[in-house]
């Protein structure tokens, strides 16, 4: 619950800021969620998913989807019962009323939307620069990832309608190239080029057992399907959020899974699993496979600078008004909740999550060959994994909570199953996650801990500092 002395101390302190404005309508949350899941996830992941359950890479992509959809149901009841920016840290705070558990789950959703932006703004510089030809040594990407994370945030800034209309564009770009990638497979398989056989060829790494490598596998193509999740962060900027979600986020996640799918069984017919498997570029792989004249290398460097430039956006958004909301609900410092008059974004928020992504670009800059990253994005699905078993089981303790408008209601027997299925994913020993990942995920914790420990000393300051002021008239 919120501490009652603090939330005066905010009302003395703060003005009243205006609302954030109601611009997403049920096509336009739609695109954001495709868009969200959607990215250069995919793109990727085929050949790792490959390499651990062979030509069943199908099969991990499905379960993913089947265990994101039960947590969608989850958000689903929250967010429409408490349409309010902020997401999982204000279902953790309404159903657990501790101020540090709060404040850490807002921590590591924010870490998760600040780590992919900032990942995704040094992979659009390496794709600018492949496309144009431009110098690929480590400073001038750094130089264009940092330019490019600039503009997202004067974007942002700029207002929710541009940021949206500029987020449609990009989905639809980057959903055209994993289109193209489906329709030049089907091709080639309509001219008898496919081996069906492969795609119920189960074959796993010899240290490990088919559940160990389905289960690896899944926890692999569920980062491909994080990104839902975000769309609850713009509940206060979305029109009547009660009525529209429910429909929008499932078939949001309906449309990435048939992408998915269809993605890996065309690619699993067409290239030989051990080729496919040791491809860092799977769909390049298939389509050269597919149509050996096609030029894929030519196009594929601008569609993946749309498909992460989207990533960055969304989840720059999502972070800033994550913050915006939590300062609101006096979790965090209520200079984080300042709203432009003008353009009713939270850009106090906006700014300091911006210049996060700027240190965070900075650091993985240090590594060129790209280990940290690849880490970090492992890194992000295991937090956010562990992020949806709380708000699983968040939803079943509000239940005693009732509110006074229609919702969302899930069946009871899903948070639960939801709840099991995301630790079953997070656990070292049945996740089959390497090691690295649990060591950056602990070192971003301690992160949280000691910012949550400055945040608490802040608050005691503003506290003393009120106590010394004479009553207002």
Known sequence: ?????????????????????????????????????????????????????????????????????????????????????????????????????????????????ITSASTASRAFAVNLSVGFGLPGDNLSTLLIALAFIVLIMLVNLRGVTESVWL?????????????????????????????????????????????????????????????????VNMAEETKDPSRIFPRMMLSGLGIAAVVYVLVSIVVVALVPIGELAGSETPLVTAVEAAAPGFPINDLLPFISMFAVANTALINMMMASRLLYGMSRQQVLPPFLGRVSAKRRTPWTAILF????????????????????????????????????????????????????????????????????????????????????????????????VLLWVVERIYRSSVRRTEAGRPPRA
């Open 167 to 231: 987020n449609v564009v990009l989905t639809l770009v980057e959903l055209s190239g994993l289109l193209l990638v489906i329709f030049i497979g089907l091709w080639a398989i309509g001219g008898g080029q496919a081996d069906f056989s492969r795609i119920v060829a189960f074959e796993s790494p010899d240290d490990k057992g088919v559940l160990l490598a389905v289960s690896t596998a899944t926890s692999l193509a569920f980062f491909a399907m994080v990104g839902f999740e975000d769309s």
């Open 353 to 448: 999550t911006s210049a996060l992504a700027v240190a965070l670009i900075s650091y993985v800059s240090i590594d060129p060959a790209g280990s940290i990253v690849a880490l970090l994005g492992g890194t992000t699905s295991l937090l956010l994994l562990a992020v949806f078993a709380v708000v699983n089981i968040a939803v079943l303790v509000l239940r005693r909570q009732p509110v006074d408008h229609g919702h969302f209601r899930t069946p009871v027997a899903l948070p639960v199953i939801g709840a099991i299925t995301c630790l079953y994913l997070v656990f070292p020993w049945t996740s089959g996650r390497p090691d690295g990942q649990y060591v950056i995920a602990l070192g971003l914790l301690a992160i949280g």
């Open 1 to 113: 619950m919120s501490d009652p002395s603090w939330t005066q101390v905010v009302k003395t302190v703060e003005p009243e800021q205006p609302e954030l404005k109601r611009a997403l309508g049920p096509g336009l949350l739609l695109l954001f969620i495709v868009g969200d899941i959607l990215g250069t996830g995919v793109y990727a992941l085929t050949g790792q998913v490959a390499a651990e359950v062979g030509g069943a890479a199908w099969l991990p992509f499905l379960l993913a989807f089947g265990v994101a959809t039960i947590t969608a149901f989850s958000y689903l009841e929250l967010v429409t019962k408490y349409p309010q920016a902020a997401g999982a840290a204000l279902y953790t705070h309404k159903a657990f009323g501790i101020h540090f558990f709060t404040f850490i789950v807002c921590f590591v959703v924010m870490t998760s939307g």
